[in-house]
């Protein structure tokens, strides 16, 4: 499928990726950045040489510094901003939305202040004065193997099936394969707490354990996602797919994975703010696990894993000492009957 113009709202690794992917398809793609310099090297370069070099433009791919400018007329607009900026990124964006614009959602992560999911902060955001329809990308998927047109398959959710499909259709190529979903919520729970995971998946791999460990690690976090995500209102069914246990297996495994990454140095014994001075990106599941936590307490849902990772994350506790106490808890049976 190809739309008259497509925004990529966001310009780092994953934003241009998918603007890539989408210009190398033919649409008609402008892609936004909030630092005009940086879109000026980018104008210049015809590359972004930060965050995906060697892959160069192609001429169906534009930039802007300005939002009006990037959003005005796009059929699809592709939101790709850190979780943190993405509330005030969408309220000065709003006013510039066509009618029946269709906004994905392309982030994984949880407002802190609001526990609010993406799509939950534009639903926040509506004005009701237009017929904007918003969804969500989520599933497997390192923005470099991407960029490098390495086969992948992800899935896309709206609550209209029609939007679905119309994404669906827009994201295809013959190496990007896209499923879709009605459960919105289920993927974006999924994606944020992933990340998550992720970071206690690499201190487990710094402190030296095994495969064994690892694999325990993913298999309960996965049971966590999923008690969170259907307190929330997803399918069970959601996290067994691409966006649930296919894109946990990713990062925890992945030496991609910026959150794996930090796992690792927090396992070999840095400090949290060490690891966050040594990264050029950002690593959503720092700020998602200060998000979740809070959640968690709020809906009620046990979650031992995530608990350990606040209280290394923002209490300094020491990672061996979560260790010996998430397996000196209460031995339980494994199967739950919210997931049998």
Same mark, same amino acid.
């Given at each position: 499928?190809?739309?008259?113009?497509?925004?990529?709202?966001?310009?780092?690794?994953?934003?241009?990726?998918?603007?890539?992917?989408?210009?190398?398809? /033919? +649409?008609?793609?402008?892609?936004?950045?909030?630092?005009?310099?940086? $879109?000026?090297?980018?104008?210049?370069?015809?590359?972004?040489?930060?965050?995906?070099?060697?892959?160069?433009?192609?001429?169906?791919?534009?930039?802007?510094?300005?939002?009006?400018?990037?959003?005005? /007329?796009?059929? +699809?607009?592709?939101? $790709?901003?850190?979780?943190?900026?993405?509330?005030?990124?969408?309220? %000065?964006?709003?006013?510039?939305?066509?009618?029946?614009?269709? $906004?994905?959602?392309?982030?994984? /992560?949880?407002? #802190?202040?609001?526990?609010?999911?993406?799509?939950?902060?534009?639903?926040?955001?509506?004005?009701? %004065?237009?017929?904007?329809?918003?969804?969500?990308?989520?599933?497997?998927?390192?923005?470099?193997?991407?960029?490098?047109?390495?086969?992948?398959?992800?899935?896309?959710?709206?609550?209209?099936?029609?939007?679905?499909?119309?994404?669906?259709?827009?994201?295809?190529?013959?190496?990007?394969?896209?499923?879709?979903?009605? %459960?919105?919520? =289920?993927?974006?729970?999924?994606?944020?707490?992933?990340?998550?995971?992720?970071?206690?998946?690499?201190?487990?791999?710094?402190? =030296?354990?095994?495969?064994?460990?690892?694999?325990?690690?993913?298999?309960?976090?996965?049971?966590?996602?999923?008690?969170?995500?259907?307190?929330?209102?997803?399918?069970?069914?959601?996290?067994?797919?691409?966006?649930?246990?296919? %894109?946990?297996?990713?990062?925890?495994?992945?030496?991609?994975?910026?959150?794996?990454?930090?796992?690792? @140095?927090?396992?070999?014994?840095?400090?949290?703010?060490? $690891?966050?001075?040594?990264?050029?990106?950002?690593?959503e599941g720092v700020k998602t696990t200060k998000s979740c936590?809070?959640?968690?307490?709020?809906?009620?849902?046990?979650?031992?894993?995530?608990?350990?990772?606040?209280? #290394?994350?923002?209490? /300094? @506790?020491? +990672?061996?000492?979560?260790?010996?106490?998430?397996?000196?808890?209460?031995?339980?049976?494994?199967?739950?009957?919210?997931?049998?």
């Amino acid at each position: 499928m190809t739309m008259n113009k497509v925004a990529v709202v966001g310009a780092g690794s994953w934003g241009t990726a998918l603007a890539l992917l989408l210009a190398r398809k /033919g +649409c008609q793609v402008i892609l936004w950045d909030f630092n005009a310099e940086h $879109v000026a090297q980018l104008a210049k370069d015809r590359e972004n040489k930060r965050h995906q070099p060697g892959h160069l433009f192609p001429d169906t791919l534009q930039m802007s510094a300005a939002l009006a400018e990037c959003v005005s /007329g796009a059929e +699809c607009v592709v939101m $790709v901003v850190p979780s943190h900026g993405y509330r005030a990124v969408y309220r %000065d964006l709003y006013p510039h939305l066509e009618e029946n614009a269709l $906004v994905v959602s392309a982030v994984k /992560g949880i407002e #802190i202040e609001s526990g609010q999911t993406m799509t939950q902060i534009m639903a926040k955001e509506d004005k009701n %004065d237009r017929d904007i329809l918003f969804g969500v990308l989520s599933g497997p998927s390192f923005a470099a193997e991407t960029a490098e047109q390495q086969p992948t398959a992800v899935t896309v959710a709206f609550a209209d099936t029609q939007a679905a499909a119309a994404v669906q259709q827009l994201f295809s190529t013959e190496y990007f394969r896209v499923y879709t979903s009605s %459960d919105v919520i =289920g993927l974006e729970v999924s994606g944020a707490m992933k990340n998550v995971i992720a970071i206690a998946a690499g201190i487990s791999d710094g402190l =030296g354990y095994g495969l064994n460990t690892r694999a325990a690690l993913i298999t309960r976090g996965l049971a966590e996602i999923t008690r969170l995500g259907v307190a929330m209102g997803g399918k069970p069914q959601t996290f067994a797919g691409l966006g649930g246990l296919g %894109d946990l297996v990713l990062t925890c495994t992945g030496n991609l994975s910026r959150n794996r990454t930090v796992g690792l @140095k927090l396992g070999s014994g840095l400090s949290l703010e060490q $690891v966050l001075s040594e990264m050029k990106m950002v690593a959503e599941g720092v700020k998602t696990t200060k998000s979740c936590y809070h959640l968690a307490q709020a809906k009620q849902v046990e979650m031992p894993i995530l608990e350990q990772m606040y209280q #290394i994350l923002y209490h /300094g @506790k020491r +990672c061996q000492d979560a260790v010996i106490e998430l397996f000196q808890r209460e031995l339980k049976q494994e199967v739950e009957p919210l997931i049998c």
